[in-house]
């Protein structure tokens, strides 16, 4: 008891240091910054509401960041300011005397005018009625080069997730002033691979939750209070909960009319018009702002949009253009956070966030802004390596160094660079939608970000996954860049899903050293590392879209087909002593809603439609399976 006593009053010890920090911080924000709130005018008529916060400093121009969000540009009122000015590496920023913008989008908060979800870019604007998020961004820059005092002409933008959606739009503005914008894991692709689709598959957890609870309702004047949603769902286990609510439009039957963009993402259950124009890839052509785009390696949220969006930059533009790619070992935002020195069990070794702070963001801004510092050696992609927790630079992403190699599943549940010699085998399981395989292990009622890199072994155990793994290696393998899943397969029915995950299998003796990890469950306080199946990288297909996201197509019961698909980029060395695994299941629950194993419509389709389906995967000489892993040549 004394122990617990000295302890908690160190640890109150601690809370009071940091508020007295933090006061202090505010403190200073406070006797060195003005905040004003203006309505500014976009072409329109419709006038957009805006926090701006303006050094005091007289003795120099300053330059302007501006962030524009559906969020929220609280705390409202003259007098009250962010607390992101002093408890968020802004406050770096606010050390370095910018102007900073906040502002509330079109419809949103207290703005005026109607919100559309992830609008459109419009490339053929004629009349002050052609609108979209680019021109209001260009309208609200104007606005402040010519009416806020002493700011030196310079102007970026920066944006996470959702405001990262916007700073692309920011790009796409053409507004001469605009010199540096940063899109942070940016929605990009809401039907391919960011918070709502994957492949097709719709991310149940995320989708409906995020519009249910609140942001989808509308909010018919300008207000300062956030939405009310009329829903309430049983706070505790989220599997047996949405397992329960059953096929998706019973979801969409609790939220009734209320929610628009549900009912459209329910129109559109196929890859069409309506989703092309809500990609921003498609219109990234003739970018001149330099662009840092940067994102997570675990984002539970929008991995997708970081690493494709600096694609569509990279090609569609000159390649004297800059346009540089950041991607560290972090959950949804991490980054701009305190704290970069792990996500749930796994240890970075440093804190990955502060290094990027100051190495790489705010030297771009610098260099853009204030014509300060050298950032030309910075390299195309600076990229965390996790597994051996080191950055590297590259000169291009992928690599030029990878090297496409096929590992091959086979019999037995082994993994291999050979081609399987073997006829006619496979492994096969009942995929049944009444029981499906969960995304996590422990119970949670929301999605937790950890999941990215949680331990597989509950999965393991289950008879409805199949796991294949290597001997344990005798040399490190890194592998940089995109995964491609290339299964043959049958099912017993016309649909299924599809979910391989890689997997980083350590030694069954493995520590880490000093700091453990959050999670404990040894007498010691440790997590049992030894023999972890660290999530690397995981993702699911529809199958029905194996052949086209436009075109969707039955299987014929047990005919063998390919089911190819891309996951989303990694960076991770599979280290010395360690394995390489692979696990494939066809349900990820409640991450990713359930396929009835039917070719129905399933956002139509009712309960009585989930029927269980045989898989098989099939790993012979002449029907393979393989994983196609860019390893980097050393």
């Known amino acids: 008891m004394k122990k617990l006593l000295l302890l908690t009053g160190f640890y109150f010890y601690l809370l009071g240091g940091s508020a007295q920090t933090n006061s202090q911080d505010s403190a200073w924000i406070k006797e060195n910054f003005t905040k004003k709130e203006v309505m500014i005018p976009m072409r329109d008529g419709i006038k957009l509401f805006t926090a701006i916060y303006i050094p005091k400093d007289a003795t120099e121009k300053h330059p302007i960041l501006m962030t524009r969000t559906p969020y929220s540009c609280a705390p409202y009122g003259e007098a009250n300011f962010s607390q992101n000015l002093w408890l968020r ?29 992830i609008r459109p870019f419009n490339p053929d604007k004629k009349t002050n009625k052609d609108i979209d998020e680019a021109s209001d961004t260009y309208d609200t820059i104007d606005w402040l080069l010519k009416n806020i005092g002493n700011n030196n002409g310079n ?15 920011a790009a796409l503005s053409g507004h001469p002033a605009l010199k540096a914008v940063s899109p942070q894991a940016p929605v990009t692709d809401w039907f391919q691979g ?52 059953g096929a998706l439009q019973n979801f969409l039957k609790l939220t009734g009319d209320s929610v628009k963009f549900l009912k459209d993402l329910y129109n559109h259950p196929n890859y069409d018009q309506w989703w092309y124009a809500r990609n921003p890839r498609n219109f990234v052509d003739g970018i001149k702002p330099a662009m840092l785009t940067v994102g997570g390696l675990f984002d539970a949220e929008d991995c997708f949009g970081a690493w494709n969006l600096y694609k569509a930059i990279e090609r569609k533009n000159p390649a004297d253009h800059f346009n540089k790619l950041v991607m560290g070992p972090w959950y949804h935002g991490q980054w701009s956070s305190t704290d970069g020195t792990h996500l749930g069990n796994i240890q970075f070794g440093t804190n990955t966030a502060y290094w990027y702070q100051n190495n790489i963001e705010i030297p771009f801004f610098n260099y853009y802004l204030k014509g300060e510092g050298d950032i030309s050696k910075q390299s195309e992609a600076t990229i965390f390596l996790s597994g051996e927790n080191k950055w590297q630079q590259f000169s291009q992403w992928p690599p030029a160094e990878k090297e496409d190699k096929l590992i091959y599943l086979q019999a037995n549940g082994k993994l291999s660079w050979d081609k ?20 996590t292990e422990d119970i949670h009622y929301f999605r937790t970000r950890e999941y990215m890199t ?34 043959a397969v049958s099912i017993s029915t016309t649909d299924a899903d599809f979910v391989v995950k890689v997997i980083d299998v350590f030694p069954d003796d493995f520590k880490y ?49 390919k089911v190819k698909y891309a996951l989303p980029d990694i960076a991770h060395t599979f280290q010395k002593g360690h394995r390489i695994m692979i696990q494939i299941q066809s349900s990820w629950f409640p991450l990713a809603d359930r396929n009835p194993q039917k070719f129905v419509n399933i956002y139509e389709c ?12 099939y790993h012979d000489a002449v029907n393979t399976s393989n994983i196609i892993l860019p390893v980097l040549k050393k």
Request: proline share 7%; no cysteine; hydrophobic share 30%.
């Open 89 to 117: 590496h802004w406050r770096y920023y606010a050390r370095e005397n910018y102007i900073f913008v906040v502002q509330d989008v079109r419809g949103r908060w207290m703005s005026e005018g109607d919100f559309i979800d």
């Open 155 to 169: 102007v970026g933008v920066f944006g996470i997730s959702y405001p990262g959606f916007y700073s692309t739009m």
């Open 194 to 245: 960011d918070d709502f689709h994957h492949n097709g598959v719709f991310f149940l957890m995320d989708g409906f939750s995020f519009y249910a609870n609140g942001f989808g309702y509308p909010r018919p004047v300008p207000t300062t209070k956030g939405p009310e949603s009329a829903l309430h769902l049983p706070e505790n286990d989220n599997y047996q909960t949405y397992l329960q609510i």
């Open 420 to 439: 399987p010699v073997s006829k006619n085998n496979f492994d096969e399981y009942i995929s049944d939608p009444s029981h499906p395989v969960p995304y």
């Open 454 to 487: 949680d331990d597989q072994r509950f999965a393991s155990r289950r008879t409805d996954v199949l796991t294949f793994q290597t001997d344990i290696l005798d040399q490190d393998v890194t592998v940089t860049g995109p995964v491609i899943a290339d299964l």
């Open 513 to 561: 050293a000093g700091a453990q990890p959050q999670t404990r469950r040894n007498n010691d306080g440790s997590y049992p590392m030894g023999g972890y199946q660290m999530l690397v990288r995981g993702e699911i297909m529809r199958g029905r879209f194996r052949n086209s996201f436009e075109k969707p197509e039955a299987f014929k019961p047990g005919k063998i087909e």
């Open 606 to 617: 009712s309960d009585s439609d989930f029927q269980k389906a045989n898989i098989r995967i």
